[in-house]
């Protein structure tokens, strides 16, 4: 089972992004998208619950990003508005080691890796 990132790319600050994993066989499983920037330790961006009843993003993201899911399309997404130079990074989207929970993700305990999708934010 694997997951599949898209959407990065290079954008001006203030511009959008959406970020989409598809996570197919990961409908029970709580899910996140984590970020490295360059030089940087790989850090915890957002996540969602299972069904997508409850969210979490970081405080750099708040009121920017916003994380949801379509378990029917098996896709978790990551919607980045107004984007700055600092969230310039590599993103991966994540699964929980354990469905019907995210406390592991906001542990950096990860089950599945997806590979990184690249966001560049130019000022």
């Known amino acids: 089972v694997q997951l599949q990132a898209s959407g990065g790319g290079s954008v001006q600050a203030g511009g959008s992004l959406r970020l989409s994993c598809a996570a197919s066989?990961?409908?029970?499983?709580?899910m996140g998208w984590f970020r490295r920037a360059p030089g940087k330790e790989r850090t915890l961006v957002a996540t969602i619950s299972w069904n997508g009843a409850n969210t979490y993003v970081v405080d750099s993201v708040k009121g920017r990003f916003t994380i949801s899911r379509d378990n029917a399309k098996n896709t978790v997404y990551l919607q980045m508005n107004g984007l700055k130079p600092e969230d310039t990074a590599e993103y991966y989207c994540?699964?929980?080691?354990?469905?019907?929970?995210?406390?592991?993700?906001?542990?950096?305990?990860?089950?599945?890796w997806g590979q990184g999708t690249q966001v560049t934010v130019s000022s």
């Open positions: 994540a699964a929980s080691a354990q469905p019907y929970t995210t406390s592991l993700l906001r542990r950096n305990i990860v089950g599945t």
């Open positions: 066989g990961f409908g029970s499983y709580g």
